[in-house]
Every structure is written in C-alpha cells, then in structure tokens.
C-alpha cells in the first residue's frame, strides 16, 4: 500500500477512500509540484456505493481502505462521474471484486467506458444510464445526479448526497496538491491552488461554468460540503469557491499587468524590465515571468485575472524563441476571455519574432491594442525609453477599462 492514512469520515456512513500521489509532477502537460489525490468515496447505508475510483497504479491502496470499512464484494453500485483514467482507472479492479455492483453514469460515460475497457470484459458490466434528476436510493440517503457536460470532457457528472447536503463534485472545486490533511480548514494557500487548477483545466470552460451555477440554483439544493476529485475538500464555507469559480468563469479582471517572455543574449530581457519601470511608474500593479523560469501553470494562474499581457520574444530562425511558441500554443488551447495584448522583441539581422507572436495571441482571442515593438540587436537608451512609454501606455490602458 502506498501509505498507511486511515479512511476519513465525511458525514455519517460517508467515507474518502482515494489515494494521494506525492510525487506526481506533471498532469496534462501542467506543472504539479506539490502532486495531486484521487478522490474516491464510499457511502455506506442499506445499500453500499462508491462514487469515483482512483488513478489504475493506486487500485490497490483504494481496495485496502474499502475493506478498512466494508467487503468491497458488498459494493452494489459504483458512480462514475467521470470517464477520464485518473477516476476509472481502478474501475476493472473494482468490478472483479464486486462483480454485482451497478455502474451508474451517464451515456456518453457508458460510451466512453466501453472503449477504454473493452479488453477488461466490460461488455459483461452492468450500466445505468442517468440524467439530470435521475435520484438513486440508498435507504436513508438519496443521491441525486447532476450534468456537467464539458466540465470537462462530455461525460462528466456530478453527484449530490441531499440529506448531508455534499456535493461530489469530481474535475470542479478541486486543486493538484499531495496533502495528508483532507478538508479546507486544514490547510493553507487552498484558493491559490484552485485558482492555478481552474485557470490550467477549466478556463476554457467559462460560460458551461456559469450555466452550470445557473442549474444548481434552479435545482434548488444546498450545499453544505464539496468533495472534489482532486485535493482537499470544501466543509468550511463552500460557497466560496462556488463564488470564485463565477468570478474567474465571467472574466472579471483586476488592475494588473503581466510581462512574458525569454531572451537569448539579453536585450529582450532589458526591454522587458523598461516595460515594467514604465508600467510601475504609472501606477499600476505588474509582474514580470521569464518563461524558463517559471512553469506555464503558473503563468496561466496570473493570466486569469489580469486584463492586458505583454510577449515578448527574440528572433530566432525568423520567428519566435520556442519557448514563447510552446507557451502560446498551451496558452491558446485555454481561449483566455477579455484579454488585451501587445507584443515586443529583438532580432539581429532579420526580424519575425514580434508578427508571430502577435499572429498567435490574435489566434487566442486577445485584442492587441497597438503595434509591436521592436529593436534591433541591444536596445540602446532611446529604445529602452520607448521600452517605458509602451508600459506607461499600456498601463493607460489598463486604467481605462
């Protein structure tokens, strides 16, 4: 087993069950420094149900805490919320030790399920499609299931326990961290964690987000507790990061300024730190991230509320550093909303950095709100001048909205 840590009770006959992966580094291509858990949990009353598996490699760590509880072979039915392999992973180990068990989810994840586990004798699995409504009764307590379609891959659900009022949230409110502690109140820096989740896996997602907070209130449920399927568990106050998630899915910017970029012998870097003197000089906050220096996860938490960027690239080959054309591919496949841009950049003796870059953030829906700059080998001072009255007027233009 991985680790010794005792199943936690959520709420009376609820347990987590799932599994901590310390030393998981990277998740869909975003940095996870501090790791991540797999969060699974058993429901025990007249009827027993496991809502979510955990990552294949952690079955067994899933099993052994089921059976701290109850015989896994007692599970009638399992919930899958999600096909994703982080949470179904472990659902072939499961089946074989509760073969009877019901599976419960919805069409797309029956379609998605008969795919992955074909060659694990799925088609002998016994599958429930649900919708948006569709209550399941375990004797005392009801589970009422809820659509999240694209929140988010197609399949995606979530499940509500409505005598305890918890939401069983899977791939939303949750965060990439390896704790040993399980709930919110526990831990530090949980806001900032889901704010770098939210901005790397959902931000895409924003309008279904809203729609979807719209949904919950015509439902009519309260929430008392929200269980994702990554890190800790929201039992203090968890309309917080309900509210959050609004906050970031609606675009709301504060006053900010973010300087991206690289640089090769050193002169986009002076024209970087210019910029930044003549954004601080007009009053208004900035930060500035060298791109191999800091991870893309971390710069797209920045970006999430901060309404102008500024990129800037060498010239290499006539076009951008390729660490410039890695971060802005990942940066677009994220489709940022209600960003503004401008591009800067040097070259030698041919240029092409700057257009591309400014091709590139037009491709990921940013408005570039001027022409780029850019100089020609090292910036001299009357560059490095331009340099600061580009940040003054980008700072202008952040005051402005």
């Known amino acids: 087993m991985e680790d010794n840590i005792e199943p936690v009770t959520l709420a009376k006959g609820i347990y987590w069950v799932g599994a901590i992966d310390w030393n998981l580094r990277d998740f869909h291509g975003y940095a996870t420094p501090r790791g991540t858990t797999y969060n699974a949990y058993l429901i025990v009353d007249e009827k027993i149900a496991l809502v979510d598996t955990v990552k294949a490699e952690f079955a067994g760590e899933l099993l052994e805490r089921i059976s701290r509880i109850i015989d896994p072979a007692k599970i009638d ?7 994703e392999m982080d949470h179904s992973g ?80 899977n791939d939303a409110f949750g965060q990439h961290v390896a704790t040993s502690k399980r709930f919110n109140d526990e831990v530090d820096d949980v806001m900032e964690d889901a704010a770098e989740y939210y901005a790397n896996i959902l931000m895409p ?30 039992r203090t106050d968890p309309g917080q990061i309900i509210e959050a998630y609004g906050r970031w899915a609606s675009g709301e910017n504060a006053k900010k300024v973010l300087v991206i970029y690289d640089t090769m012998w050193g002169s986009t870097h002076m024209m970087a730190r210019a910029i930044v003197e003549g954004v601080t000089a007009a009053g208004i906050d900035v930060k500035l991230m060298a791109l191999r220096k ?14 102008m960027i500024v990129v800037g690239s060498p010239t290499l080959n006539n076009g951008m550093f390729p660490s410039v054309g890695g971060f802005l591919t990942y940066l677009k496949g994220l489709h940022p909303r209600s960003k503004k841009a401008v591009a800067f950049g040097s070259y030698g003796w041919g240029g092409g950095a700057v257009k591309a870059v400014e091709k590139e953030l037009e491709a990921a829906g940013f408005e570039l709100i001027e022409p780029g700059l850019q100089v ?16 003054e007027r980008i700072a202008v233009a952040v005051k402005a909205d």
Not at 208 to 229: F, H, Q, R, S
Not at 376 to 391: H, M, N, T
């Open 77 to 83: 039915y399992v919930i899958a919320n999600h096909v």
């Open 294 to 307: 800091n991870e893309f996860s971390e710069i797209i938490k920045e970006i999430l509320d901060t309404p």
């Open 90 to 169: 472990s659902l072939p180990a499961i089946m074989k030790a509760a073969p009877n068990a019901r599976i419960y989810g919805t069409r797309q994840c029956k379609n998605g399920l008969s795919q992955y586990y074909h060659a694990q004798g799925c088609e002998g699995w016994d599958f429930e499609a649900v919708e948006t409504g569709t209550e399941l009764s375990l004797g005392a307590k009801t589970l009422m299931f809820i659509e999240t379609a694209m929140l988010h891959w197609p399949d995606n659900m979530h499940t509500y326990i409505k005598e305890d009022k918890i939401l069983l949230s």
């Open 205 to 234: 997602f924003g309008k279904i987000i809203l729609k979807y907070v719209e949904t919950v209130g015509e439902l009519g449920i309260k929430i008392d507790m929200i269980a994702p399927c990554h890190g800790i568990i929201w």
């Open 376 to 391: 020609r080998y090292r910036p001299d001072e009357e560059e490095l001048e331009k340099c600061r009255l580009l940040g």
